[in-house]
């Protein structure tokens, strides 16, 4: 089988490489994001889909995580690819919500530009959304640390600006309608408790991560190949 797998914002396609050590040999790719090495950003959600779906090229399967599965999303509900398998996702807001997240995604920004990466990497870690990370072992969360710090502080915010949840099409009914034929598979992290709510209203298959937060990739990442070895059938 040939799989994609998407890091989430921030990250690097390194981020997925202890769950692809647990899991079954196949043919696996993990591609870097626009804005994350993975290019310049293009100027639109739409034509940062193109540009990924190109990277990607033909696949039976994508597996995103956060950012990662919101374009994994993006891409099935365009029919660019036959299946996905979404970690943490959100798969869309209400127009009333959008304000606000535009806002809070345009102050990343601008910590981003005006301070640099470490400011910024010691703000996004520190929310509490990642509070779990804390008993992930530390040279673990280092790792991670020090790829984020070489990432483009200029490209991240464009990200934010152009890939954001408030510039997001809000996929929730493109979720509901690939759910049957076992076309999307949800996994959450089960101290994650607002994204097993999110993926609990989809009616899609789930698979809950024990002794994860919102990021399995780096908290369970054994877990978590497991998780996509049941869903996807490898």
């Given at each position: ?28 790719r993990a591609v870097a994001l ?201």
């Amino acid at each position: 089988m040939r799989v994609a797998y998407l890091h989430g914002f921030a990250g690097d396609p390194a981020a997925w490489d202890a769950t692809l050590a647990a899991l079954p040999r196949h043919d696996a790719r993990a591609v870097a994001l626009p804005g994350h090495g993975g290019g310049p950003m293009p100027p639109t959600w739409d034509s940062c889909l193109r540009a990924l779906a190109s990277a990607i090229g033909e696949v039976e399967l994508v597996v995103g995580y956060s950012l990662g599965a919101r374009a994994a999303l993006g891409l099935l509900a365009a029919g660019r690819v036959p299946r996905a398998i979404l970690v943490s996702v959100n798969p869309g807001i209400d127009d009333a919500e959008r304000p606000a997240r535009r806002a809070s995604d345009a102050a990343w920004a601008r910590l981003l530009r005006e301070r640099g990466l470490a400011a910024f990497a010691d703000a996004w870690e520190a929310q509490p959304l990642f509070a779990t990370q804390a008993a992930t072992p530390p040279d673990r969360r280092a790792a991670r640390r020090a790829r984020r710090l070489a990432l483009d502080p200029e490209e991240l915010a464009r990200s934010l600006e152009v890939m954001g949840l408030a510039e997001m099409p809000d996929y929730r009914g493109a979720a509901a309608a690939a759910a049957p034929g076992a076309r999307l598979g949800l996994i959450a992290g089960e101290a994650d408790p607002k994204y097993v709510a999110i993926a609990r209203a989809l009616p899609a298959p789930l698979e809950v991560i024990a002794g994860s937060g919102h990021d399995p990739t780096l908290e369970q990442p054994a877990r978590l190949a497991a998780a996509i070895a049941a869903l996807a059938g490898l």
